[in-house]
């Protein structure tokens, strides 16, 4: 029986060599490092020590509170100077200089000199004090003798005790002894305490007055987050905002320069100040600012507007508590009441919140409107919320155009009579004859109006969303003339321009809202016929006064410094159908959402107040009728009629089927029949004798097929 044997222990002799020699290469060693210099060992050592959070925060401490006391000396001196000088009315009196206020530097040189011709009366009573200071010892110190010798007679014939009448001075003399001896106790002590305490007193004032430079203050102090507006501190963001002649002006009136200052005022999240600036420094100095002036005031820039108001030389400074506009605003009124009901000509539609908390509100009362920003920034939520008021007045007709065709606008189908929704060129062709046809109902009112002025017109509101699409649209009509496009020749432009121009006055309006506006998506005269002027967040200024205007602009509106992504729904305002604070030329509004959801809520209301609103669309062309034959028809005996004028009588014939026909689609029902328009004297006509000849071809067929 074999056995298994398990050795516990490795061998320690060599293996017996079964190949050949192995050759060893000895390696030396590497040198040794040298060894680090002492003085660069000391050197890390004093940097690691030196830039040790720890070792900044204690010198930071050491340099604060030392500096608390050195610069609380100098605040307690120049108090006291102030108190025994004439300097603090010689400030002011350059103040007002610098200020241009000549009325205020009179009445501080009269302070000055009452203050002057008392100080001479004090010193001269000074000449005479000493004699009459030792008069008044001399007697008060006899009435008083006098008057304990007399109290110790009353005692010694009280107690017939005749040294009784010396009793009342000797315990006097005993009491003043007494406070002798206090004094003796207790004034070495007070010299040893005395500096500590007034040098406390000190350290207690600069402490109060953050007397320390800002990189040795605590860091709450420092960062100044939330940190409340006091008139100090608007007077020293002003001093450091790097404009020489508002830095020297408010150096020259030292602690005065609160005199630029008007009162400071709670206004909704935040505080306003009026700033009249001083002789020398125009607005647009300090509105050019605006970044740095919210970095000293310890504000995000978002949170700092700067408007002008009528006064000269004045700026209004409003400033947000820090953080609060990024706090969403409350639901609309809308939404959270069911009764609500809208009122076109008198009523005001809830849009939001203006930056004081208030709540902002617009007139749409014969107003043209344009909203204009940014993609995704909140334009058409803007708009819609505008439409679903007035919907509520049930005597609010709307025809809608949404360019975008993302189903924004799709609550309003069974409430708008035309909803054209899509962003192909065959939609800014039904777009433009909406707005053409908004042009036609226009001049029909006119006409009435013309034969009786006292007609009244229910309202009739046209909205194009994403109007650049239409303006930017190369593709032209029959007649070779182009549907978007600036030119007088332009079909959609030439249409809004006639809305703008007289529509208002027959109550036949028209909304747009655009996207990133230039002079090729937004031409001037166009942007400048709307009354109601709205702005979200915008890349430039020059896209700024194309979308509000120079006066607002030039009025402090800002929509270009809001921020994109994050101020989202904020808008900057230019109407007067809107409460804005006076010497202002616009306001900012915080509008409220309304989602899909609550729109349709919104507008199932006011389906229900009405009596039922066919709504057209660009698919329904009356499929159930004949074009060819109604075409046949409206030709009657004419030989050939232009492209435009068959599309106009086949509305004539039948509103239903053909009022949102086009170009388009009159050529596709031709041409399938192969009785296509022709140019006739250089515009497109329609053949009688094509299309009898197409029906009667079409009826062959018919007959051939049915045999």
Same mark, same amino acid.
């Given at each position: 029986?074999?056995?298994?044997?398990?050795?516990?222990?490795?061998?320690?002799? /060599?293996?017996?060599?079964?190949? &050949?020699?192995?050759?060893?290469?000895?390696?030396?060693?590497? /040198?040794?490092?040298?060894?680090?210099?002492?003085?660069?060992?000391?050197?890390?050592?004093?940097?690691?020590?030196?830039?040790?959070?720890? @070792?900044?925060?204690?010198?930071?401490?050491?340099?604060?509170?030392?500096?608390?006391?050195?610069?609380?000396?100098?605040?307690?001196?120049?108090?006291?100077?102030?108190?025994?000088?004439?300097?603090?009315?010689?400030?002011?009196?350059?103040?007002?200089?610098?200020?241009?206020?000549?009325?205020?530097?009179?009445?501080?040189?009269?302070?000055?000199?009452?203050?002057?011709?008392?100080?001479?009366?004090?010193?001269?009573?000074?000449?005479?004090?000493?004699?009459? %200071?030792?008069?008044?010892? +001399?007697?008060?110190?006899?009435?008083?003798?006098?008057?304990?010798?007399?109290?110790?007679?009353?005692?010694?014939?009280?107690?017939?005790?005749?040294?009784?009448?010396?009793?009342?001075?000797?315990?006097?003399?005993?009491?003043?002894?007494?406070?002798?001896?206090?004094?003796?106790?207790?004034?070495?002590?007070?010299?040893?305490?005395? /500096?500590?305490?007034?040098?406390?007193?000190?350290?207690?004032?600069?402490?109060?007055?953050? +007397?320390?430079?800002?990189?040795?203050?605590?860091?709450?102090?420092?960062?100044?987050?939330?940190?409340?507006?006091? =008139?100090?501190?608007?007077?020293?963001?002003?001093?450091?905002?790097?404009? /020489?002649?508002?830095?020297?002006?408010?150096?020259?009136?030292?602690?005065?320069?609160?005199?630029?200052?008007?009162?400071?005022?709670?206004?909704?999240?935040?505080?306003?100040?009026?700033?009249?600036? =001083?002789?020398?420094?125009?607005?647009?100095?300090?509105?050019?600012?605006?970044?740095?002036?919210?970095?000293?005031?310890?504000?995000?820039?978002?949170?700092?507007?700067?408007?002008?108001?009528?006064?000269?030389?004045?700026?209004?400074?409003?400033?947000?508590?820090?953080?609060?506009?990024?706090?969403?605003?409350?639901?609309?009124?809308?939404? @959270?009441?069911?009764?609500?009901?809208?009122?076109?000509?008198?009523?005001?539609?809830?849009?939001?919140?203006?930056?004081?908390?208030?709540?902002?509100?617009?007139?749409?009362?014969?107003?043209?409107?344009?909203?204009?920003?940014?993609?995704?920034?909140?334009?058409?939520?803007?708009?819609?919320?505008?439409?679903?008021?007035?919907?509520?007045?049930?005597?609010?007709?709307?025809?809608?155009?949404?360019?975008?065709?993302?189903?924004?606008?799709?609550?309003?189908?069974?409430?708008?009579?035309?909803?054209?929704?899509?962003?192909?060129?065959?939609?800014?062709?039904?777009?433009?004859?909406?707005?053409?046809?908004?042009?036609?109902?226009?001049?029909?009112?006119?006409?009435?109006?013309?034969?009786?002025?006292?007609?009244?017109?229910?309202?009739?509101?046209?909205?194009?969303?994403?109007?650049?699409?239409?303006?930017?649209?190369?593709?032209?009509?029959?007649?070779?003339?182009?549907?978007?496009?600036?030119?007088?020749?332009?079909?959609?432009?030439? &249409?809004?321009?006639?809305?703008?121009?007289?529509?208002?006055?027959?109550?036949?309006?028209?909304?747009?809202?655009?996207?990133?506006?230039?002079?090729?998506?937004?031409?001037?005269?166009?942007?400048?016929?709307?009354?109601?002027?709205?702005?979200?967040?915008?890349?430039?200024?020059?896209? &700024?006064?194309?979308?509000?205007?120079?006066?607002?602009?030039?009025?402090?509106? %800002?929509?270009?410094?809001?921020?994109?992504?994050?101020?989202?729904? @904020?808008?900057?305002?230019?109407?007067?159908?809107?409460?804005? =604070? &006076?010497?202002?030329?616009?306001?900012?509004?915080?509008?409220?959402?309304?989602?899909?959801?609550?729109?349709?809520?919104?507008?199932?209301?006011?389906?229900?107040?009405?009596?039922?609103? @066919?709504?057209?669309?660009?698919?329904?062309?009356?499929?159930?009728?004949?074009?060819?034959?109604?075409?046949?028809?409206?030709?009657?005996?004419?030989?050939?009629?232009?492209?435009?004028?068959?599309?106009?009588?086949?509305?004539?014939?039948?509103?239903?089927?053909?009022?949102?026909?086009?170009?388009?689609?009159?050529?596709?029902?031709?041409?399938?029949?192969?009785?296509?328009?022709?140019?006739?004297?250089?515009?497109?006509?329609?053949?009688?004798?094509?299309? %009898?000849?197409?029906?009667?071809?079409?009826?062959?067929?018919?007959?051939?097929?049915?045999?």
């Amino acid at each position: 029986m074999s056995e298994n044997v398990v050795h516990l222990h490795k061998p320690t002799d /060599p293996p017996a060599p079964d190949t &050949a020699p192995t050759v060893l290469t000895v390696v030396p060693d590497a /040198p040794p490092a040298r060894p680090v210099p002492l003085w660069v060992r000391s050197g890390h050592a004093v940097k690691t020590v030196a830039t040790h959070e720890q @070792t900044k925060t204690v010198v930071r401490a050491t340099a604060r509170h030392g500096l608390y006391t050195f610069n609380g000396g100098r605040i307690v001196a120049r108090r006291a100077w102030d108190g025994r000088t004439g300097s603090r009315y010689e400030r002011m009196i350059r103040a007002a200089e610098a200020a241009g206020n000549l009325e205020a530097a009179e009445e501080w040189e009269e302070r000055l000199q009452r203050f002057r011709a008392a100080r001479h009366h004090r010193r001269m009573d000074l000449l005479h004090s000493p004699v009459e %200071a030792a008069k008044g010892v +001399a007697v008060g110190a006899g009435m008083s003798i006098g008057v304990l010798v007399a109290l110790g007679v009353v005692m010694a014939i009280n107690t017939g005790q005749v040294g009784d009448v010396i009793t009342p001075l000797s315990a006097t003399v005993d009491f003043i002894a007494l406070l002798i001896r206090i004094v003796q106790i207790v004034w070495g002590p007070a010299l040893t305490i005395g /500096p500590f305490l007034a040098l406390l007193a000190l350290w207690s004032v600069g402490r109060k007055q953050h +007397a320390a430079p800002a990189w040795a203050l605590p860091a709450n102090v420092r960062s100044g987050e939330g940190e409340p507006i006091t =008139p100090s501190i608007v007077v020293k963001a002003l001093r450091d905002l790097g404009v /020489p002649a508002l830095t020297r002006a408010i150096k020259e009136m030292g602690d005065a320069g609160a005199s630029m200052l008007g009162p400071i005022t709670i206004a909704g999240c935040g505080v306003e100040v009026d700033v009249t600036l =001083p002789s020398g420094v125009s607005t647009d100095e300090v509105q050019k600012r605006r970044k740095k002036l919210a970095e000293n005031l310890t504000r995000h820039e978002h949170e700092v507007f700067i408007t002008i108001p009528q006064a000269a030389r004045t700026v209004r400074l409003w400033i947000a508590d820090s953080g609060a506009l990024d706090e969403p605003i409350g639901p609309s009124p809308l939404t @959270t009441d069911e009764t609500l009901t809208a009122d076109y000509t008198k009523g005001k539609a809830p849009w939001g919140q203006d930056l004081r908390g208030d709540a902002a509100a617009l007139s749409l009362y014969q107003r043209h409107l344009l909203i204009t920003g940014l993609s995704n920034q909140g334009k058409t939520a803007a708009l819609r919320a505008l439409a679903l008021w007035a919907c509520l007045d049930r005597r609010v007709e709307f025809r809608i155009a949404d360019l975008k065709g993302a189903g924004d606008w799709a609550m309003f189908d069974g409430l708008a009579t035309v909803l054209i929704q899509g962003p192909a060129d065959e939609q800014v062709i039904e777009a433009t004859e909406m707005v053409e046809s908004l042009v036609e109902e226009m001049n029909r009112r006119i006409e009435i109006r013309r034969r009786d002025p006292g007609a009244v017109f229910t309202p009739l509101i046209g909205i194009v969303d994403e109007a650049q699409v239409a303006f930017m649209c190369p593709v032209k009509d029959e007649d070779g003339r182009p549907y978007g496009g600036s030119k007088a020749i332009s079909r959609y432009f030439m &249409a809004v321009r006639k809305v703008h121009n007289q529509g208002r006055v027959v109550d036949v309006l028209l909304w747009e809202g655009t996207q990133d506006p230039t002079d090729q998506n937004l031409p001037k005269l166009v942007r400048e016929g709307a009354h109601t002027r709205a702005s979200l967040a915008l890349g430039t200024e020059s896209q &700024a006064r194309m979308a509000l205007g120079d006066k607002a602009v030039d009025g402090g509106a %800002a929509p270009h410094l809001l921020r994109q992504g994050l101020d989202k729904g @904020t808008l900057v305002v230019a109407s007067d159908g809107i409460e804005i =604070p &006076a010497g202002q030329a616009s306001i900012t509004v915080r509008t409220h959402y309304i989602n899909d959801e609550q729109a349709t809520a919104i507008t199932d209301r006011a389906k229900a107040l009405r009596d039922g609103v @066919t709504t057209l669309h660009a698919i329904d062309r009356g499929e159930e009728r004949d074009p060819l034959a109604d075409i046949a028809t409206v030709l009657g005996n004419d030989t050939r009629v232009r492209t435009q004028e068959v599309i106009n009588r086949l509305a004539a014939l039948n509103a239903d089927a053909y009022a949102g026909w086009s170009f388009i689609d009159l050529k596709r029902v031709l041409d399938a029949a192969g009785a296509e328009p022709y140019k006739s004297d250089g515009r497109m006509v329609v053949g009688r004798d094509r299309v %009898a000849r197409a029906l009667a071809d079409r009826d062959a067929e018919g007959s051939a097929s049915a045999d």
